[in-house]
């Protein structure tokens, strides 16, 4: 089946640092999807990418389609410690498919 | 509005039993999805419903994996002769289809133990 290979897996930074993200597949897709997942809790969707190249920020996070719709990037800005959980992408083909996630911690 | 609801929240069995794993879609909406998520993973699609009927089950591992919609809202997941490689977290997700991407509302799961 399809893979998305999501990284880095972790990534533990100081409060107010800006943090990336990225996930790239052997496909080209034509959504893109970026969640959170807090602990107990099931994923949120914070941003959905439709065409390739197309940047959409959602207030410090901003998500990029890319260019050959093979991949996507996340990157939060000003990072504090709410912003802690584990961050995914996922494509969707009717049901979902997610990347394995990265794990962000913030040290406060 | 009321969100997505699973129960129960944790479940344990022990290898052999039978269990059932409930989802109360957002109210209105069409489509359900069933995912699970082991440790360290991303969710991992089962099943997707349609109203009542299983539009996709390419998902289900195996046949001791079976789940119901029967009235086009609450479904449920049962799992039959259960094995500890079953343990994980159940998630429930419904969209209401016709939406521009179909967007998934996702419950808070249900961890399944299976000792």
């Known amino acids: 089946g399809q893979q998305l290979n999501q990284s880095p897996q972790s990534m533990f930074i100081q409060e107010g640092e800006d943090v990336s993200m990225n996930c790239t597949s052997s496909?080209?897709?034509?959504?893109w999807l970026w969640y959170k997942q807090d602990p107990g809790e099931g994923p949120v969707l914070l941003i959905a990418?439709?065409?390739?190249?197309e940047l959409t920020s959602n207030g410090r996070l901003t998500a990029q389609f890319g260019i050959t719709r093979k991949d996507s990037f996340l990157n939060i800005s000003a990072s504090i410690p709410s912003d802690v959980g584990i961050y995914f992408c996922?494509?969707?083909?009717?049901?979902?498919?997610f990347g394995k996630g990265t794990k962000l911690s913030v040290k406060p | 509005g009321a969100g997505v609801s699973q129960t129960p929240s944790n479940k344990v069995t022990e290898k052999g039993k039978y269990v059932e794993l409930r989802c109360d879609p957002i109210?209105?909406?069409?489509?359900l999805y069933w995912y699970r998520q082991s440790l360290g993973q991303g969710p991992e699609f089962l099943i997707y419903?349609?109203?009542?009927?299983?539009?996709?089950d390419s998902g289900l591992p195996n046949d001791r994996f079976f789940a119901v919609r029967p009235e086009g809202s609450v479904s449920t997941l049962k799992i039959q002769r259960t094995e500890r490689g079953d343990s994980a977290v159940y998630l429930c997700?419904?969209?209401?289809?016709?939406?521009?991407?179909?967007?998934?509302?996702f419950g808070p799961g249900t961890r399944l133990t299976v000792l």
């Open positions: 996922a494509i969707s083909q009717g049901n979902l498919i």
């Open positions: 496909s080209i897709f034509n959504t």
């Open positions: 990418l439709y065409k390739a190249g």
């Open positions: 109210s209105g909406h069409t489509a």
């Open positions: 419903f349609q109203g009542t009927g299983a539009a996709d």
């Open positions: 997700a419904s969209s209401f289809w016709g939406s521009s991407y179909n967007e998934q509302f």
